[in-house]
């Protein structure tokens, strides 16, 4: 878990514990809960200091990109340079370039820009929303690790595809994000229209944006992982605003 937190986060580990990052993946959607849990304290702290909602909104999307540092925002930016290629063949060679093309940096706006606009809209639920969309996005991160081929003989990601050896290390991520909306029925006063909505949308958005991946490229490497996860953060965001 310590390693999890290191490689999927900025957030300190003492340098005394011994980190073993083989089967980091599978802890993946609990970091989500954990990262989503500190931006819902920011979030109330600032409420509490009557921030005006958008600037609150733009100040958990900032605080959310630099709790992870960027890694997974880094990796839907590479992403959409490599898709943007007309040949298959070059997309991962693009993908593997440090430089940020056109494509990227747009795909990186429209992140952003649909994540703070979600969450302008959200005027309630905030915090299960935010717990909901970190934890769904690394949930659909695992999925697209186990079901699909990684396309790199090494990479950041090519650990993660190597100690993946069940789907049933699927079943505690899943377990946690349902678990998110059991809560929000329980709180929303009875409502469970919510509690559905988002446990449905986010198991759909997950599974889907891996499996487009996976069409577009014919599996997935590091940073398609990063990018499964930042779209299903912002898209299942969106939804639940709309909800």
């Known amino acids: 878990m310590a390693a999890a937190i290191a490689f999927y986060t900025c957030l300190p580990v003492p340098l005394s514990w011994t980190l073993e990052f083989r089967g980091i993946a599978r802890f993946a959607p609990l970091v989500g809960l954990g990262v989503g849990a500190l931006l819902a304290l920011f979030d109330a702290l600032l409420h509490l200091l009557d921030m005006p909602i958008l600037t609150r909104s733009v100040l958990i999307v900032g605080i959310w990109i630099a709790i992870t540092g960027g890694l997974h925002l880094d990796g839907a930016m590479d992403t959409a340079d490599g898709l943007a290629v007309q040949d298959p063949q070059r997309r991962l060679e693009v993908m593997a370039d440090s430089r940020t093309g056109a494509f990227g940096t747009i795909a990186a706006i429209a992140i952003i820009l649909l994540k703070t ?16 969309a970190a934890t769904w996005g690394r949930w659909g991160q695992l999925v697209a690790i186990a079901r699909y081929p990684y396309l790199k003989a090494t990479g950041k990601g090519a650990f ?27 709180v929303g006063g009875g409502d469970w229209s919510l509690a559905i909505g988002m446990a449905s949308a986010g198991s759909a958005i997950a599974i889907l944006t891996g499996a487009w991946f996976n069409q577009q490229l014919g599996g997935h490497t590091g940073d398609t992982y990063g990018a499964v996860v930042e779209w299903t953060e912002a898209l299942l965001l969106c939804v639940l605003a709309g909800f």
């Open 117 to 132: 606009a979600a969450l302008n809209d959200l005027d309630s639920s905030r915090a299960i929303a935010l717990m909901a």
């Open 160 to 186: 993660h595809k190597e100690s993946m050896h069940s789907p049933w290390d699927l079943l505690p991520g899943l377990a946690i994000a349902i678990a998110l909306s059991v809560i929000q029925g329980s």
